[in-house]
């Protein structure tokens, strides 16, 4: 099947969409900034690892597995968001594919989103509470929060994806009026 050529205005608003590449490339290095970050506080871990006792250590993996977990977000973000949003990348049937994205869309692009940065929140409370008496109960009580409104952000985007791309029956084309009738 022939494409028919693009109006110069629709053309102008579906090449826009490559004004997003210098983001994910700005994206890549912010990447790269987390991994000479990793590779610093492993070099820290490593030699401070006779003289830092078992609750200096936790912290520490603690932060380098929040480091991961970030960088993991980043790679959801560019890999997700470059095929969602600009082009697709052209790596059907690569050995090294993510699963996950060949159901990726912006729904669950935003669901997974809200995971990555609930597991992210989780491992910065779990740092305050191992490390609750360097805290203020103010700063605590605000990062219980903000982890609570991340969990709750997350639960609301993904039931609206639910109803958006599993709509119930009774919301479908043949709804009219609102409830489906049933006869008995």
Known sequence: MAHSPLRPIPRIIFASRWLQLPLYLGLIVAQGVYVYHFLVEVWHLLSHVTTFDETKIMLVVLGLIDVVMISNLLIMVIVGGYETFVSRLGIDNHPDEPEWLDHVNAGVLKVKL??????ISSIHLLK????ADQ????TIMWQV???LAFLLSAVAMAWVDRMVTHPHPAA???AAGGAAETTH
Do not use: Q, V, Y
């Not at 305050?128 to 490390?131: A, G, H, L, S, Y």
């Open 135 to 138: 805290r203020s109960e103010h």
């Open 114 to 119: 809200s995971m990555a940065l609930i597991g």
């Open 172 to 174: 479908g084309p043949g």
């Open 145 to 147: 929060i903000i982890h």
């Open 128 to 131: 305050t509470f191992i490390d």
